[in-house]
């Protein structure tokens, strides 16, 4: 049900985590050459773990998507889709300190995941406004 603003959202945060793919978020200077890091890991360093967690994080919110009929389900997956982006911010804060970056560069990208975890918190409030609405109908029947 695209129609729906909640569905839009959900869209517009599905959108962004597949940007992040393609879209710089830290870059930092090596000791020979210039380093760019987005969600697939570091140019020349493929970080498979990295990867999979951005790709199970995106997941979630296709599956939220096409949950329109259960709308209990659809705030669950929410949740459980936003402590997984909050995990990946974890995460990437980690590979930072934990590689000793020090200049580095903060890019258009770093600000991505806090949209979607954004997106996601409007999505489940318009979907329990929803949920909302139709309770009340029922009680007046």
Do not use: H
């Not at 945060?13 to 760019?36: D, K, M, N, R, W």
């Not at 199970?56 to 939220?64: A, N, V």
């Not at 300190?97 to 990208?109: C, M, T």
């Not at 909302?132 to 029922?138: G, K, Q």
């Amino acid at each position: 049900m695209i129609q729906r603003i909640q569905s839009l959202f959900i869209v517009a945060a599905a959108g962004l985590g597949i940007s992040l793919f393609f879209v710089p978020v830290i870059v930092f200077a090596g000791s020979e050459e210039l380093f760019i890091v987005n969600a697939a890991g570091f140019t020349g360093a493929n970080i498979w773990y990295f990867s999979l967690l951005s790709i199970l994080c995106i997941l979630p919110l296709f599956i939220q998507l096409f949950m329109y009929n259960n709308r209990k389900k659809q705030i669950l997956i929410g949740k459980i889709s936003i402590l997984m982006w909050i995990l990946w911010i974890l995460l990437f804060m980690l590979i930072v300190y934990l590689n000793e970056i020090a200049n580095f560069s903060l890019q258009f990208g770093a600000i991505f995941p806090f949209l979607i975890v954004i997106f996601i918190l409007l999505a489940n409030r318009n979907i329990k406004k929803d949920e909302e609405l139709i309770r009340s109908i029922d009680r007046i029947r």
